[in-house]
């Protein structure tokens, strides 16, 4: 079982995890052994609810197929199992970060004082830049 919150949890049949070799250097114990995971987890066949599939499926994220099929691919670690769990949890953090709610941003307007600086710091700029030109005799 894979925990996403409180209420939320995956069953393993759900997530599909296999072995396979890594990639990158490692010596003779690359070629012999497959220590890395590749995960890969249908959404729209999971027991997640209806929000959590709509927020994962609009979530413009390249390990996420156009047909709903997240796939990540663990081998940043030496062990099976340490790659096992670094799969889960990073598809237990995609699936939070999917349906956290942002704040609304609330656009601002600058102040009358800020403004009026501006506009004196251009004036003065625009001086000094006029009195670089030629001299006229």
């Known amino acids: 079982m894979l925990k996403i919150s409180n209420s939320v949890e995956l069953g393993d049949w759900e997530i599909e995890l296999n072995a396979i070799r890594s990639q990158g250097a ?3 114990n690359v070629n012999k052994v497959a220590t890395a995971i590749h995960l890969r987890f249908d959404i729209q066949r999971s027991s997640l609810p209806a929000f959590y599939k ?7 994220d390249q390990r996420i197929s156009q047909e709903g099929v997240v796939v990540i691919k663990a081998q940043r670690f030496r062990t099976q ?16 970060e999917a349906v956290k709610q942002h704040k609304v941003r609330k656009p601002t307007r600058p102040t009358r004082g800020s403004q009026r ?5 251009k004036t003065r700029k625009g ?3 006029a009195l670089r030109g030629k001299v006229k005799v």
């Open 127 to 129: 001086k000094t830049k």
């Open 54 to 60: 709509e927020r994962l499926m609009a979530l413009g």
């Open 81 to 96: 199992e340490q790659n096992r769990e670094d799969a889960l949890a990073r598809l237990r953090e995609l699936i939070r």
């Open 117 to 121: 600086r501006r506009v004196d710091s």
């Open 26 to 28: 490692g010596g003779q």
